[in-house]
């Protein structure tokens, strides 16, 4: 039994949906559903039944809501107390989205050993709004993700400029195109990443402007949008720097015209917080790898 299961199960049972649930912890649809019917498969019994009414908890689920509760709420009690620098040992947090972290996180990395030995450093890895809601709330002492950002709660650097691109296979009528809009996706089937990313957000309103219906279907994984172009299964939109690492041969990375489709990466920290010396290090050992 996985803490993420529990977060997901502990996620569903008080939003009271598996939709709600999803968006609250940045995951899709599918994937939420997947992690219960792992935990169900695990525990050999269903915690939920699935009614026209809603969703009801089994009794089962029942048993192991308060459980689950409790496993949460003392693991979030340490977190925070290690977080906080007990024993004089600070941590440093950060979150970083997708395609950013072979691109931007290596040398800060090793900055940031050099430089604090003994401090451990945590990094996690999620989706545009869940990197700002962590810094947001102090979970995370330095994000990088994607714009565009809520200035008014967070500090923001700019820091790369890219683009997101549509990925398709040699035969693929899209192949010979040296560019793409959005307005020409209609009836073209996609693969996106989840909807807590900014660019999903971003393409879904160029296509209503345009509009167009996307035949979409979300997935948590960059790798997985390339391997369904490489099978003609869908075209993907990734990231330019997920697509320089992921794609082969046989593949082709067209770029988007549209202006709104651009992949501008932003380094981020909570506003009205000061750093620790710490999260210093590892903030500047960024600017100066980037510089």
């Known amino acids: 039994m996985e803490v993420k299961q529990m977060r997901h199960f502990e996620a569903i049972c008080r939003c009271g949906s598996f939709a709600k649930a999803a968006q609250d912890c940045y995951i899709s649809a599918q994937g939420i559903s997947l992690s219960i019917n792992r935990l169900e498969d695990e525990i050999g019994c269903r915690v939920f039944e699935r009614t026209q009414q809603g969703i009801i908890l089994t009794d089962a689920g029942s048993y192991l809501l308060p459980k689950a509760e409790q496993v949460l709420r003392i693991l979030d009690e340490c977190a925070e107390h290690f977080s ?33 030995p003994d401090v451990p450093l945590h990094l996690h890895v999620g989706s545009d709004k869940e ?12 994000g990088m993700c994607a714009g565009p950002v809520d200035t008014q709660a967070l500090n923001a650097r700019h820091v790369y400029s890219g683009q997101n691109v ?47 219906i996307l035949d979409y279907s979300y997935i948590d994984d960059p790798r997985l949008a390339v391997y369904m172009a490489e099978m003609g299964l869908r075209c993907g939109v990734i990231n330019s720097i997920s697509a320089e690492k992921l794609c082969t041969g046989r593949l082709r990375s067209i770029p988007f015209e549209d202006e709104e489709m651009n992949w501008d990466v932003f380094l981020i920290t909570r506003k009205g917080e000061p750093l620790t010396p710490e999260a210093k290090v ?7 790898c980037l510089n």
């Open 131 to 142: 990197c700002e809601k962590t810094v947001m709330e102090g979970s995370a002492d330095v």
């Open 166 to 212: 549509l990925i398709v296979n040699e035969s693929h009528p899209f192949c010979n195109k040296a560019s793409i809009s959005v307005s020409d996706l209609r009836g073209v089937p996609i693969a996106i990443m989840n909807g807590s990313m900014n660019s999903t957000r971003a393409l879904f309103e160029l296509a209503k402007r345009s509009g167009i």
């Open 84 to 116: 906080g620098g007990a024993g004089g040992l600070r941590s440093v947090s950060v979150m970083l989205v997708r395609g950013t972290v072979e691109r931007f996180a290596r040398k800060p990395i090793e900055l940031f050993k050099e430089h604090c």
């Open 282 to 288: 590892f903030r500047n050992a960024v600017v100066s």
